[in-house]
């Protein structure tokens, strides 16, 4: 089983649309959580982190935390063509140091 | 806030010569940084740990002699790919961890290096 579990997509949203993407992990001790967001040839970007159960919000983003599924999720409301990238989702394992584990990404095309 | 660059944003060279890139956080100490390399299509790869003052730390199978990582200072990380062949050829990518958020990477832009 892998440390960090992405599905790699592509999915396929119209625009105007919710996209979700969800992700799990294998380390129940994980602490930190992050979603970081991937243009083609590009670095990745900072979106969101989280670090208690529940949601939390920021503009259109919206991450969900459930410790005890030992899953993260990061919902796109109103999706926009500009939103279609590769989403990482990351997480500190506990023993990793100061490392993240990433996940290998999901690929979200949002059609018009 | 929390803006890392690097420098230089692409580069080609020729086999068997070295490149250095440097990795800098503008508006925060960062007393880690971290390399990963990228090839097309594929998942970030962490090749090595960097804090500020001591010796880098190597994820398994990363050359230590080959990519020489230098973090002299609280700004400052620079990766050295020596006597770089074809296979070298990559995306790489560097991030600094904000003290102040635990755990918090921030990417640089990256550099892509060409290996002829």
């Known amino acids: 089983q892998k440390e960090v579990e992405q599905n790699s997509g592509p999915l396929s949203v119209p625009e105007g649309a919710i996209a979700s993407l969800n992700c799990t992990y294998s380390d129940r001790g994980s602490q930190s959580f992050f979603w970081y967001r991937q243009y083609s040839g590009k670095s990745p970007e900072l979106i969101m982190f989280?670090?208690?159960?529940g949601d939390k919000e920021d503009g259109r983003f919206t991450a969900q935390l459930n410790k005890a599924s030992q899953y993260v999720s990061l919902l796109i409301r109103d999706s926009q063509p500009s939103d279609s990238a590769t989403y990482l989702c990351?997480?500190?394992?506990?023993?990793?140091?100061?490392?993240?584990?990433f996940g290998t990404g999901t690929q979200l095309k949002v059609e018009l | 806030g929390a803006v890392v660059s690097q420098h230089p944003s692409w580069v080609i060279c020729k086999s068997g010569t070295s490149v250095k890139i440097e990795c800098r956080s503008l508006d925060f100490q960062a007393t880690t940084m971290f390399w990963y390399r990228q090839f097309p299509k594929q998942s970030l790869m962490l090749m090595a740990t960097s804090n500020e003052g001591s010796k880098a730390t190597y994820e398994q199978g990363v050359e230590k002699d080959k990519f020489l990582i230098n973090h002299a200072s609280l700004t400052l990380s620079t990766l050295t790919v020596t006597s770089a062949h074809p296979e070298d050829s990559s995306f790489y990518i560097c991030?600094?961890?904000?003290?102040?958020?635990?755990?918090?990477?921030?990417f640089g832009p990256g550099t892509r290096l060409t290996v002829l």
């Open positions: 989280i670090y208690s159960n």
């Open positions: 990351a997480v500190a394992l506990t023993g990793g140091g100061n490392k993240l584990t």
């Open positions: 991030s600094a961890r904000d003290g102040d958020l635990p755990d918090t990477q921030y």
